[in-house]
Each structure stands twice: as structure tokens, then as C-alpha cells.
């Protein structure tokens, strides 16, 4: 599997944002992806909610294929049972998908049939594979995982609703996840999802993650390309 080109220029680029979407105006999908490309963004986050893993509802395959964008599709599966869906995702152009142990009865199975599939916007770019804990899962959850993640992501809210604030345990979890990846001597990039607003964000950067996912506290209503030049210049102080 050819992970290089997506993992190696997401590294040049760390600290940086993916932008949640699911808070943009759906309705003026295409400008509000415009507004992204113009800012200098380089990831779109989608949170995929089934209803059942977490209480809300949002999106699937078909939505994913229709984000007619450059931007690197971030895709966040907060679904129950992955094993028999990430092939829809992977065809829909997912470029990252994450998905959560807690969901699933074989995680590792899930990562090992990951390996096997193509990128479908470019193979070039390969196909990072990662997965998510919610806050109050163990980090042990990982160990017997690192050898076939790309990505880790920490949830810092339990899933289901933007707007929720920032845990502070997080920052010891970051800590934690960090030495983790350290002794694994593989190349994983670490990403933090919940509660980031322009107040914390660079509070959040100075923990040396590589991805932080922030969405409503871009798509505020307001100034949503001047939210999203603010925080990609807060992740670099």
C-alpha cells in the first residue's frame, strides 16, 4: 500500500486543520468548499454518524463522492459495524478514514482489509488508515493496532454534537498517545477532534499534534474563510 505521498506531505505540513463540513451551509455546499480551497486548508473532515454508534445522524458514501474538491477527504466513521462498510467509503474517495475499536467486534480485521484497497481519487496517494477513541477509552486500546495505523485521532468531546467544549484531560491523553507512537518507531500522524475554537486552538497546536479538526468554530454563520485563516495562522505560532 502506497501511503507515502498523503502521509509524507500531511507531515510537511503538521500542525494543520481539517475543516469540518458537516457545520458548513449544506445548501452552498460547492462555495463553502471554495471558501476552504481559497484559505489555504488542505483537508475537508467529514463526520459520518449513523445514529446508532453515536445519536445523530449525518452522512454517507453518496455525500462524500459529490465533494467535488482538491481538498484531502478526512473521513470520520462514527459507525457501528465498519467491517462490511469502508469499502463504500473508499469508493466515495475517502483519502483518510478513521473509524472506532469501540465500535466493532475486529478492528484489526478492519485495518487489514484497508491495506489491501486502492485510493479512488488517485492511487498514488494511498489510503491512510486510523482509528478514533472517544474520551473515556483506555490508549491500551491502540497498542496491539500500531502496526497497521496511519492516523490516530483523539476524540476530546464524546461524539454526537458540535459545540461541546474541549475535555481538559485531553492534553494528558495527547501526552500519552505521543510516547505511544514514539516506542511503535512508525511513522503515525496524530490528530485531536472536539471543542476547538480560535480561543484554544493554539494552546491545542502546542501539544505537537499533526491534524486538528475543527468545525463549527468555522462555520459560525459569520466569517467563515476569516475563522479558517485565523486558526491555520494560531496552529503555526
Not at 459569520?222 to 479558517?228: P, R, V
Amino acid at each position: 500500500m502506497a501511503v507515502s505521498t498523503t502521509l509524507q506531505s500531511l507531515k510537511q505540513l503538521s500542525p494543520t486543520l481539517s475543516v469540518g463540513i458537516i457545520t458548513a451551509d449544506l445548501l452552498s455546499l460547492g462555495s463553502e468548499l471554495s471558501l476552504l480551497e481559497r484559505t489555504g486548508v488542505k483537508l475537508v473532515h467529514i463526520d459520518v454518524m449513523d445514529g446508532c454508534f453515536c445519536p445523530m445522524m449525518t452522512v454517507g458514501p453518496p455525500f462524500i463522492k459529490a465533494l467535488k474538491t482538491p481538498l484531502l477527504k478526512d473521513v470520520h466513521l462514527m459507525i457501528a459495524d465498519p467491517l462490511e462498510k469502508i469499502a463504500d467509503y473508499v469508493a466515495a474517495g475517502a483519502d483518510i478514514i478513521t473509524f472506532h475499536p469501540e465500535a466493532c467486534t475486529h478492528p484489526h480485521r478492519v485495518l487489514q482489509q484497508m491495506r489491501n484497497m486502492t485510493n479512488a481519487n488517485d492511487p498514488a496517494r494511498g489510503l491512510l488508515r486510523g482509528v478514533a477513541l472517544n474520551p473515556g477509552t483506555p490508549l491500551a486500546v491502540l497498542e496491539p493496532l500500531l502496526d497497521e495505523v496511519e492516523v490516530i485521532l483523539l476524540l476530546a468531546v464524546n461524539p454526537g454534537w458540535g459545540g461541546q467544549k474541549f475535555i481538559p484531560s485531553t492534553f494528558d491523553r495527547i501526552a500519552r498517545a505521543k510516547q505511544l507512537i514514539a516506542a511503535s518507531g512508525r511513522e503515525i500522524l496524530l490528530t485531536v477532534d472536539g471543542g476547538v475554537t480560535r480561543a484554544n486552538i493554539a494552546e491545542v497546536a502546542r501539544t505537537g499534534v499533526d491534524i486538528i479538526v475543527t468545525g463549527s468554530a468555522v462555520f459560525d454563520g459569520k466569517a467563515a474563510g476569516e475563522n479558517a485563516r485565523f486558526m491555520l495562522e494560531a496552529v503555526k505560532l
